[in-house]
């Protein structure tokens, strides 16, 4: 099974071990990401895949335009500088029904507990819910004329207007 990861999979599992193991950090450069993929030899390979470097790049970034990959595993943070992906980042358009995480059967064993603290410690229950800030909005100012109706309220204000 370890020769059957998909190199966007692969990423994501070094991004998350780096998180894991430096909780305070915000993010990361592409190179740790690469570094930590190639220590940890998921694939137990002889060498780092070729992909991995442009999937941590470009392919697995949520923020980026797709080419071609549609993945959201990864945010970019800062020119040169990821983390994972959470629900509620920004999305190119392009990849905002890309898979932002791995499969759990497309994962070595050894890493499963990843997803579970992805899901349940980095992005929070599950998933974060994606509120829209407009939306957010809603009710904002209200205690403005809690004690008088809208209309009344409105008519003071505009009172002595020509």
Not at 76 to 91: I, M, Q
Request: aromatic fraction near 8%; glycine fraction near 8%.
């Amino acid at each position: 099974m370890p020769n059957r990861v998909r190199v966007a999979d692969e990423v994501w599992i070094a991004t998350a071990l780096l998180h894991r193991q430096h909780p305070d950090a915000e993010d990361f450069t592409v190179g740790q990401i690469v570094r930590r993929a190639w220590s940890e030899n998921i694939t137990a390979a002889e060498s780092l895949r070729p992909g991995v470097q442009v999937h941590a790049y470009l392919h697995c970034v949520a923020n980026k335009p797709p080419n071609p990959g549609r993945y959201r595993m990864l945010t970019e943070t800062a020119k040169g500088r990821r983390r994972l992906y959470r629900p509620g980042d920004p999305v190119d358009p392009g990849r905002s029904a890309g898979k932002d995480r791995p499969q759990d059967d497309a994962v070595p064993s050894r890493y499963r507990f990843l997803i579970d603290w992805y899901l349940h410690e980095y992005v929070g229950d599950g998933e974060r819910s994606v509120a829209d800030p407009i939306l957010s909005l809603q009710g904002l100012g209200k205690e403005i004329w809690a004690d008088e109706d809208a209309d009344a309220y409105v008519h003071r204000l505009r009172e002595g207007w020509l």
